[in-house]
């Protein structure tokens, strides 16, 4: 092995030693984020435990804190920032698995929630880690109350009416096969980019970034939005739950990128998505673009195998 | 007449309009608080707005507004916080009517949100309901961050895991009739005083009140979420679903204060909850302590029918 190689492959190792050091601190806090399974009423809080806790990537939090720190900030509120993105990732599946809506039984290989404990439990849960999210970015420390409102205006926007609601809205109404990319393309950035959108401008109001900065930020988080949101479709259509570790084929019937235009332009399609994302991560002027690189890489690895 | 009892009459009659202008100027704010019926998705707004503009008592914005003029304040940020209540009110009514909860057919005279579109619909937009109400504080206008901080501090507490919805977990799971009248004080206060709370201590908040007058303020809002909460129970028991305009007999086999010391107790306790909301007013020192008997006349007027 050439010196050159032998560096590439330690810069390399030492990336993946940072993101796994992201990733354990972003478990250590939201282990911590919400009440114990003992406080009063203890099955509220296990059951936002069970839904919270259960495995899962953080790729939004990852996203958060690198994002900050490539803009310049590093430190605890950005990790708590992303974590409030988590608990209204894990509330908007808690809604999503419900009976009235997907009816899945199987998430991050574990019951859902109105399976694990039963169906008002798992939308008390749902809304209670959403409101938590507003109290969490209500006392962030070290953080001025402008950019405290700031943050509560902005999830307060992704999630809404212009948001994940909207898409999730939409998405139960989506049987329309005539639908046009264009219109899928709304869906999904409604239903999965605004939360991405939330993670990444978050992390920017954090750090200060200025607005050239925050453009090319925005256009990132759109473009791994649709990237992401693709994924999930191909992983429904091709996997078996084990492989997803959640219950798939939920899809069937409804308009996807996927259904629309078959498999192999699906495929160039979002790997064209993912260079726009790369490019729009250069435009930014981070001054971590490789380690942001990696933490996509490992999100999308499953396009390698 | 003497002209005494003529000064009191149009004493009354003025303070009856001013309510009344009150009362008015909430309803034009909530018409605008969420998207009109029209805006995409439109099943989304139809729904909330089903739910917040249907015939209520706005007594919870009422509270703020009347509580932030008396202790100064007069305005558009008292309104619209007394909305957020409501909102957050209607949220949970939404979430407490539905099939797998209380599964009631009838709030408000009209059919419950679940009843008129389906529970998909309903989960969602309780949701964006709660949501939105953290949005408007962000952008509370003529309020600085730091208020308007606290404010969402305040309501993400009162919802949370030590108010509403702790509140709502508990009551699911209340068939305890062993019960004490202060566990179910207790279970009252989180239910259904959480929010008055919150309507009581955001005027608070918004004028600037200081510690004494706050802490008088806290003691006002714990009697009046009892006496509140006592008086529903009643109503649930003795009225029809016409005379209460909602589905009644939801409590059976509850633990209640009624239940548990029967009516003639039931009825003492309550007016001594409301005696001693009362005498926490003279003392929280308002300007307007006169209004606010009024508001609370009208808000108990059925015991004297």
Same mark, same amino acid.
């Given at each position: 092995?050439?010196?050159?190689?032998?560096?590439?492959?330690?810069?390399?190792?030492?990336?993946?030693?940072?993101?796994?050091?992201?990733?354990?601190?972003?478990?250590?806090?939201?282990?911590?984020?919400?009440?114990? %399974?003992?406080?009063?009423?203890?099955?509220?809080?296990?059951? !936002?435990?069970?839904?919270?806790?259960?495995?899962?990537?953080?790729?939004?939090?990852?996203?958060?804190?690198?994002?900050?720190?490539?803009?310049?900030?590093?430190?605890?509120?950005?990790?708590?920032?992303?974590?409030?993105?988590?608990?209204?990732?894990?509330?908007?599946?808690?809604?999503?698995?419900?009976?009235?809506?997907?009816?899945?039984?199987?998430?991050?290989?574990?019951?859902?929630?109105?399976?694990?404990?039963?169906?008002?439990?798992?939308? *008390?849960?749902?809304?209670?880690?959403?409101?938590?999210?507003?109290?969490?970015?209500?006392?962030?420390?070290?953080?001025? %109350?402008?950019?405290?409102?700031?943050?509560?205006?902005?999830?307060?926007?992704?999630?809404?009416?212009?948001? @994940?609601?909207?898409?999730?809205?939409?998405?139960?109404?989506?049987?329309?096969?005539?639908?046009?990319? %264009?219109?899928?393309?709304?869906?999904?950035?409604?239903?999965?980019?605004?939360?991405?959108?939330?993670?990444?401008?978050?992390?920017?109001?954090?750090?200060?970034?200025?607005?050239? !900065?925050?453009?090319?930020?925005?256009?990132?988080?759109?473009?791994?939005?649709?990237?992401? !949101?693709?994924?999930?479709?191909?992983?429904?259509?091709?996997?078996?739950?084990?492989?997803?570790?959640?219950?798939?084929?939920?899809?069937?019937?409804?308009?996807?990128?996927?259904?629309?235009?078959?498999?192999?332009?699906?495929?160039?399609?979002?790997?064209?998505?993912?260079?726009?994302?790369?490019?729009?991560?250069?435009? %930014?002027? *981070?001054?971590?673009?490789?380690?942001?690189?990696?933490?996509?890489?490992?999100?999308?690895?499953? @396009?390698?195998?």
């Amino acid at each position: 092995m050439s010196v050159e190689n032998l560096n590439t492959v330690s810069l390399g190792h030492s990336l993946q030693k940072e993101v796994s050091g992201a990733r354990a601190a972003i478990e250590t806090r939201l282990a911590t984020i919400v009440p114990s %399974a003992q406080t009063w009423p203890a099955r509220l809080h296990e059951a !936002q435990r069970h839904a919270l806790l259960s495995p899962g990537k953080r790729f939004r939090p990852l996203l958060c804190v690198f994002v900050a720190k490539g803009a310049g900030l590093d430190g605890e509120a950005s990790i708590d920032v992303g974590c409030v993105a988590e608990m209204v990732h894990a509330a908007s599946l808690i809604l999503d698995d419900l009976p009235c809506m997907d009816d899945a039984a199987l998430r991050r290989n574990q019951p859902t929630t109105h399976i694990a404990f039963d169906e008002s439990t798992a939308i *008390l849960t749902a809304t209670a880690l959403l409101n938590r999210a507003f109290g969490v970015l209500s006392r962030l420390k070290h953080v001025d %109350a402008e950019k405290r409102i700031e943050l509560v205006d902005l999830l307060s926007y992704a999630v809404g009416s212009k948001g @994940l609601i909207a898409g999730q809205m939409a998405d139960l109404a989506n049987s329309d096969n005539n639908a046009s990319i %264009a219109e899928i393309e709304r869906l999904n950035t409604l239903k999965t980019g605004a939360l991405f959108d939330f993670s990444v401008e978050g992390a920017a109001v954090l750090a200060g970034a200025k607005a050239a !900065q925050r453009a090319a930020l925005k256009d990132f988080s759109y473009h791994l939005g649709l990237a992401f !949101q693709l994924m999930d479709d191909v992983k429904d259509t091709i996997m078996t739950d084990e492989e997803a570790e959640k219950s798939v084929g939920r899809d069937v019937g409804k308009a996807t990128i996927l259904a629309l235009t078959g498999s192999d332009a699906a495929m160039e399609r979002l790997a064209a998505y993912i260079d726009s994302a790369k490019a729009a991560i250069a435009r %930014a002027n *981070l001054n971590n673009e490789t380690t942001l690189n990696v933490v996509l890489d490992s999100q999308f690895s499953f @396009l390698k195998s």
